[in-house]
C-alpha cells in the first residue's frame, strides 16, 4: 500500500507512543523498485491460506493478519494498527480510558509487566513488576500484539477481567474489576521540614506544567532545600512533558537527542529557561518499572551532575515509535530511532543504572537491643561544658516510619538531610 500523505505527528514517549515527525515523502524517496519474486510468493501464500485454510477468513481478514505479523516481527514496540485500534490507541494517549491500569512489554514472547499505575486496579489487586501475564479471561496471550492485548483489558466500567499471572513458578488468578482510570499523574508533600516530594507516576500532557505548578505551591509555603523526584514504576508518556521537567532543573544545555536512519529522525531537545530551584540538590528515585520518559529525565539530570540517581535498575527502553497513517484509515506504529543522554549514552536495552544502588528492602527492629551510655555508670564524670547527661533511655533506636513503609524513600531523604552539613564541611 503506497504511504502519500504527510505524517501526523503524535510525539509522545514510553510505552504509549513515542514519535518523531518523518515524512512519508522521504520514506518514498528512499525505497527501491517492488521485489516482484518476493510479492509473488506473497500471493501464492495468501490464496493457499484463502483457500486451504480449516477456518473461512475473508481477503481483508488474511491482509490484516499478514501486516500484523510483517511489522511485530520487527521489534517489540512495531506494530500494524486496525481503525478501531487506532481509536482506542488515541483514548489510551489521552489518558481517560476503562481498564485495570497496567503497562506490559512483549519479552522473548512473553507478556511482562512493566509496572501496574499508581492506585490502579492492577496494584490493588497484587500486580507486581516482572509478573508474567499468560491468558486475559479465555485468551492465550503468545503471539498476540500489545494493542490486542490493550483492548482485551479494556471494557466497561465496572465489568471484571480475568488474569492468570505467572510469578516465581507459581500461576496466580486474579480477577479484576476495571474502573475509569482518568486520574492525576503527579501528587506531592513535604517529607520533614524542608525536603519537598514530587511523584509522577506517568507522563501525560500536561505533566511538566503539573511539575511547576507544584513546585510554586510548594515554595510558596517554605523553602525548598532538596527535592526527591520519584520515576520509580513511571513507564513513560509524553515526550515533551519529559522534556519540560528536566528544563525546570537545569539553566543550559542539552536534554535528549535521537538518532536514525532518517535526517528527520535526528532531533536534539535543550534546555530554554533558568531552573526552578538553583540551590536545591536534587535526589531522583528509579527501579526496574521506569521507563522510556522516566529514564530520559533520570539521565539527563545524571549527566548534568543535576540529581542523584537512587533505586534500581531502569528498564532500558529507549527506542522511538512514528505513527505512520494509511490511506484507509489504519496506521503503522514504526520504531525509526533511538533515544541517547546528554553524554551520549544509548538507554535501549541497557538502562540507567543508579549512582546508589538502593533495593527495595524491608527494616526490622531489633526491640530487644541493650545498650549502656557512659552517663549511666556509676561516678562518671560531667560534661565539660555542663550539657546534661544523656542515658540510654534518652536515645530514639525505633525505626522511622517512612523507612518502615519505604526503605528507598527513606535513604532518599536522609540524603537530602545531610546535604547541607556536609556542603558546610566542605566549605
Known sequence: MSIKKKVKRFVSCGLLLSALPISADVIDKQSGPVPLEEIQTFVNVFETIREGYVEELSDKQILQKALKGMVSALDPHSEYLTQDEISSFQEITSGNYAGIGIEVEIQDGRLVVISPLDDSPAAKAGIVSGDVVIRIDDRLVSDVGIQEITMLMRGEVGSTVTLDIERDTEILTLSIKR?????????????????????????????????????????????????????????????????????????????????????????????????????????????????????????????????????????????????????????????????????????????????????????????????????????????????????????????????????????????????????????
Open 179 to 427: 474502573s475509569l482510570l482518568d486520574r492525576q499523574s503527579l501528587v506531592s508533600r513535604w517529607l520533614g521540614e524542608n525536603i519537598a516530594y514530587i511523584r509522577i507516576s506517568q507522563f501525560q500532557g500536561d505533566s511538566d506544567k503539573e511539575f511547576n505548578k507544584e513546585l510554586n505551591k510548594l515554595q510558596s509555603k517554605r523553602e525548598i532545600q532538596g527535592l526527591v523526584l520519584d520515576l520509580r514504576n513511571n513507564p513513560g508518556g509524553v515526550l515533551q512533558s519529559a522534556v519540560g521537567i528536566v528544563d525546570t532543573l537545569i539553566d543550559d544545555g542539552l536534554i535528549v537527542y535521537t538518532e536514525g536512519r532518517h535526517a528527520q529522525s535526528k532531533l536534539q531537545f535543550s534546555a530554554t529557561n533558568q531552573t526552578a530551584l538553583p540551590d536545591a540538590p536534587v535526589v531522583v528515585l528509579i527501579n526496574e518499572g521506569s521507563a522510556s520518559a522516566s529514564e530520559i529525565v533520570a539521565g539527563a539530570l545524571q549527566d548534568h551532575g543535576r540529581g542523584v540517581v537512587m533505586g534500581t535498575e531502569s528498564f532500558g527502553k529507549g527506542s522511538v515509535q512514528t505513527v505512520v497513517p494509511l490511506t484507509d484509515g489504519a496506521a503503522v506504529k514504526l520504531t525509526t530511532a533511538l533515544y541517547f543522554t546528554p553524554n551520549g549514552r544509548s538507554i535501549q536495552a541497557q538502562g540507567i543504572e543508579p549512582d546508589i544502588l538502593v533495593p527495595n528492602a524491608s527494616l526490622v527492629s531489633n526491640e530487644e537491643t541493650f545498650f549502656v551510655k557512659e552517663a549511666e555508670l556509676s561516678g562518671h564524670l560531667k560534661n565539660g561544658t555542663g550539657g546534661q547527661d544523656r542515658t540510654s533511655a534518652d536515645v530514639d533506636v525505633s525505626i522511622d516510619g517512612l523507612a518502615k513503609d519505604d526503605f528507598q524513600l527513606y535513604q532518599a531523604y536522609t540524603v537530602l538531610s545531610a546535604f547541607p552539613q556536609l556542603l558546610k564541611r566542605q566549605r
